[in-house]
């Protein structure tokens, strides 16, 4: 017996409705945005995105100003994409709460007795997640390269000759796509600790805690050079390379790859940093899936 | 209709449910009776998949929910009066369900106004009372017209209209042929609106039946007497088997000589006769129907989870009667 079968349904004599992914996603997109607190963290994330860059590209400015430094377009490029390492933390949040309010609130009992697939629940909200993460970050993009062009053009000196090519796209697409990665693996975290304040811990800790430690290993000598390289891998700092596009900039020689005594830690490519980046997104939601879909919800 | 056969289920140590087993059929509302805690909550839950059980099947037409291709036409569920969201409005917590099941937007309409709800449309549900959470989990309920009803103590915290209404609710929705399944603690409640009944405890199911065999199994007459004979009283009776004295505490106010008895499977009438020609006193001579309550109290006793404990003495209350 199968209450798939056509003939079923029309014996029914009424409109069967179909749990279907698109539903799923719509339900998904109409919950985003009837929920406050993704209005303000969005808004928060453009901020981010608009304030570091004018912080940084006024830096720039005066030190070009002061010590005759080249300035070139990649340097408007990159102080525009500055603000995606707060980015990462305010979408990470957004990406934990988007999963762990439904048990604080306890919708998780409907939500998940409408949609008992709870893998597609899962995607269904990762996907309207990504989106809404891709937009904000998208316009937040746009702002920063405004207030940074609006800073340093004045002082470009070297145009565009070194600039690499893919450095307008990176950080136009790329850097709103690295956002709606970390947005995701943070709701792994969510499903995975089904808490706010452990999921956000787990945020601030992988995003910013952990990275400023390992950093410190770096005093202590070649034996220890390959704490960098882990920390080199860690999604804020793949982030970082990623965004960088390559580019020897202002920007990204401020979080510069150090030869830790001798040794040179690994530092994957701008390339590699990004799947690098990927792959933790992948690995964390599939495991958070994998919580969602096998533990009880009492 | 709803099958739930052999469902086992631990949490650590504790076995919440043992060998569960019971039907709720189509066209029929089922009572679901048990003290807090005896695992009515939890079968619901393994029923709608949100509990994976460690035995057993649960079947909904013959389908486990989990792979119902439209679960909302297939169950309605209240699991949980304070499901919604606090901070969205009612209105945009129905739709976001009913977008799930490809539900259109009128028929969220349509609960609302059927639940007595449009009125606070636009409210947020963190603002409701207990009974308009409850009516909005009902309303939730009802989006997709299912096909069975699965409804945990519905009426906790509503009113008296409430109350009627969801009994009302429950009994048309089985005269339309669909399976309702309504838990309680309430014996009264379920009497009132339930066809059959399942009576849990500790996880174990005591009792399946219907309504009308229970009432007809408990309706027994008791007689209540307060005497100071109780020696001729005890001889009189001592010739009819199948009579049984229960001794009661005295309420006060009574003489010093009084003795409080309860009397079963006598004849009214006889035990008045013989009263009065044994010439035993009476100070009460009362005739008492067991209440279905009692019946169900004296059922699931032993099998509570969580019992007050008992004060050290019975207060002397009441009066002579």
Sequence with gaps: MSATQPAERHAAHRPVHTLTFAGAVRSEWCKMWSAMSTYVLLVLCVAFFAVNSLMIGWLLNFMASQEAMPVGMEDVWTTASTGATDGMLIVGILGVMVMTSEYSSQSIITSLTVNPRRAMFMDAKALVLAAVTFLASFVGVLVAWGCAWLMVHGAVSTGTQAMPAALPWVTLLGVPLAMALTAVMAMGFGAMLRSTVGGVLCVVGLFTLLPSILQLAQLLGDRFAWIVSVNNCLPSRALESFIGAGASSFANSMGAVMTVGSTQPFQPTWGWAGVILLAWAVAVYAAGVAVTAKRDVK | ?321
């Design chain 2, 1 to 321: 209709m709803i099958e739930i056969q052999g469902i086992t289920k631990t949490f650590g140590a504790n076995r919440v449910l043992d060998d569960v087993s019971f039907v709720a059929a189509n066209g029929a509302v089922t009572g679901f009776l048990g003290p807090n805690g005896a695992g009515k909550s939890t079968t619901m839950r393994v029923l709608l998949g949100l509990i994976t059980p460690d035995h057993g099947t649960a079947l909904i037409d013959g389908v486990p929910y989990t792979r119902q291709a439209s679960p909302m036409s297939s169950v309605g569920a209240v699991l949980d009066a304070k499901c919604a969201p606090r901070n969205r409005s009612a209105y945009a917590y129905l739709c976001a369900l009913a977008y799930t099941n490809n539900i259109a937007r009128g028929r969220v309409d349509e609960v609302m106004d059927l639940t007595g709800l449009a009125s606070v449309k636009k409210t947020k549900a963190g603002k409701f009372s207990l009974g308009m959470s409850q009516r909005l989990a009902i309303a939730a309920a009802l989006l997709g017209d299912p096909k069975n009803l699965v409804l945990d103590e519905p009426v906790n915290g509503l009113d008296a209209e409430g109350v009627k209404w969801v009994r009302d609710l429950c009994r048309n929705c089985a005269a339309q042929g669909r399976a309702v399944l309504l838990s309680s603690h309430l014996m009264n409640e379920v009497a009132l609106t339930a066809d059959n009944l399942v009576i849990i405890g500790e996880g174990r199911i005591l009792r399946t039946g219907t309504v009308a065999d229970f009432v007809k199994e408990h309706s027994r007459h008791l007689l209540s007497v307060v005497t100071p004979d109780a020696g001729k009283m005890h001889a009189m009776l001592a010739a009819s088997p199948t009579v049984r004295i229960t001794e009661k505490p005295v309420d006060s106010g009574y003489p010093a000589d009084a003795r409080a008895f309860e009397i079963e499977g006598a004849d009214f009438a006889a035990v008045a006769r013989g009263f009065a020609a044994h010439q035993i006193i009476a100070y009460q001579f009362v005739r008492q129907q067991v209440s279905l309550e009692q019946a169900y109290m004296e059922l699931t006793h032993g099998h509570a989870r969580y019992v007050a404990a008992q004060p050290a003495q019975q207060p002397q209350n009441g009066g002579a009667r």
